[in-house]
């Protein structure tokens, strides 16, 4: 793809999250070792805050929910949409309005941001405040 055409893939996404921003301060667990050769976590990493639009998200050839022994539990119903650049990885988490979600997935994968113009975070809830 064209730099110039990347450049506008950019700045129409930036257009795009700036229609309706939610500005979120991630929180990444820090996890310490132990001396038995485990893991205990820690204070977590207070990011700093960024800018990311939240958009629902729609599996047209999937079911909605998912059916457990506790009931059906819905999938992921809304998705972040943030700059390229958006500084997130899986198990992140952050409070919005009274409730907890974690970063389950990013998308791209890749952490080479030179080629894309977007990062996309599926979030689950993780507990209600």
Known sequence: ?????????R????AFIAAQP?????????MTA??????????PEVLSPQR?????FKRRFTHQVV????????????VLVG??????????YFEYKGTTYRVVGVEPKSLDDSRSDRR?????????A
């Open 11 to 14: 700045r129409q996404m930036d």
């Open 67 to 78: 059916d457990t022994q506790d009931g059906d539990i819905p999938l992921t119903q809304y």
């Open 34 to 43: 132990t001396a038995a050769g485990g893991y205990l976590e820690g204070e």
């Open 22 to 30: 939610l500005v979120l301060r991630l929180n990444r667990p820090v």
């Open 83 to 92: 700059k390229f650049n958006a500084n997130v990885q899986t198990d992140d």
């Open 52 to 56: 990311f639009r939240l958009v629902p």
């Open 120 to 128: 996309v975070v599926e979030l689950e809830v993780r507990k209600s």
């Open 1 to 9: 793809m064209p730099d110039v055409e990347l450049l506008s893939m």
